[in-house]
């Protein structure tokens, strides 16, 4: 079993920086990527930046570049620096496993989020 927990989040100005992390406990011989995800209220949730197996770090198109994947192997902790924060940015923040299961279709693993909100 593997357990995901995100810390950081908190209130914050715009133009102001957050850096969240997500402890992770255990281990999956399968897994194929991490990332982060936000989800505001009655929005989808979306993604916001990948770190994949080899390193490669994806970020969405529509995202400002203002956010950074990374992750530290020896603490176990994946991070996201979040700089220039804008309102726009207030939202849940929740870190994401992805690995094959048993059945050969990509599963999830979830941490229960971290909120931040950034007021103007």
């Known amino acids: 079993q593997v357990q995901l927990v995100e810390s950081g989040g908190g209130s914050v100005q715009a133009g102001e920086s957050l850096r969240l992390a997500c402890e992770e406990s255990?281990?999956?011989?399968?897994?194929?990527?991490r990332s982060w995800y936000r989800q505001a209220p009655g929005d989808r949730r979306a993604l916001v930046a990948t770190?994949?197996?080899?390193?490669?770090?994806d970020y969405p198109a529509s995202m400002a570049g203002r956010f950074t994947i990374s992750r530290d192997r020896n603490k176990n902790i994946l991070y996201l620096q979040m700089d220039n924060l804008k309102p726009e940015d207030t939202a849940q923040y929740f870190c994401?496993?992805?690995?094959?299961?048993?059945?050969?279709?990509?599963?999830?693993?979830w941490g229960q989020g971290t909120h931040v909100t950034v007021s103007s």
């Open positions: 770190l994949f197996r080899g390193g490669k770090a």
């Open positions: 994401n496993v992805k690995f094959f299961g048993p059945d050969g279709g990509v599963s999830n693993v």
């Open positions: 255990g281990e999956i011989s399968s897994l194929t990527s």
